[in-house]
């Protein structure tokens, strides 16, 4: 398993995630609804706005999963905040960062996940819109812009009200 990277912003991304004040609050009736639209549209079995904060992703929202929160350091998101297109990974358990992870081994069993980073205003990957799945699966470059245009309107939505 690959623990991912910090990125080289990584004070200023935390600095930006506190400052939006959604960490640790209640769902919210919009965001779950993203959230299970997302699940619908592309017809997985998981969906979640997942923020990632210092030693851990914590999920705003969620469709599909029980859990939480996940350490960062096992999270698929950590490495999608790294980069500003949507992160793909077609088979987990073929994939040499990812398939000795405990979420590939143990429940949930993921073999599919796509992330599109939730960038704000500023420039800064606070987390992600990902989409997981228990079978190997490809992803379109069709699939990848509608993923990464619900990101776009979660992150309105988040800065919009600041506090959801």
């Known amino acids: 398993m690959k623990t991912p990277k910090l990125p080289e912003n990584e004070d200023s991304r ?22 299970q639209f997302t699940a619908h549209v592309f017809d997985v079995p998981i969906a979640l706005i997942s923020l990632v904060d210092k030693d851990r992703q914590w999920f705003k929202s969620r469709f599909g999963l029980e859990a939480q929160q996940t350490p960062r350091d096992i999270s698929f998101c950590g490495h999608a905040i790294l980069e500003d297109k949507v992160f793909v990974v077609p088979n987990a358990t073929t994939d040499i960062r990812f398939r000795d992870n405990p979420l590939v081994q143990h429940a949930p069993y993921i073999r599919f996940y796509a992330g599109a980073p939730l960038t704000t205003s500023s420039g800064l990957n606070i987390g992600t819109v990902c989409i997981i799945d228990l079978e190997p699966r490809q992803f379109s470059d069709g699939d990848c812009d509608i993923l990464k245009r619900l990101s776009e309107d979660i992150v309105r939505l988040l800065e919009k009200s600041n506090v959801l």
């Open 14 to 35: 935390l600095q930006a995630l506190r400052e939006l004040g959604v960490l640790d609050t209640e769902p919210e009736h919009a965001l779950d609804r993203l959230t």
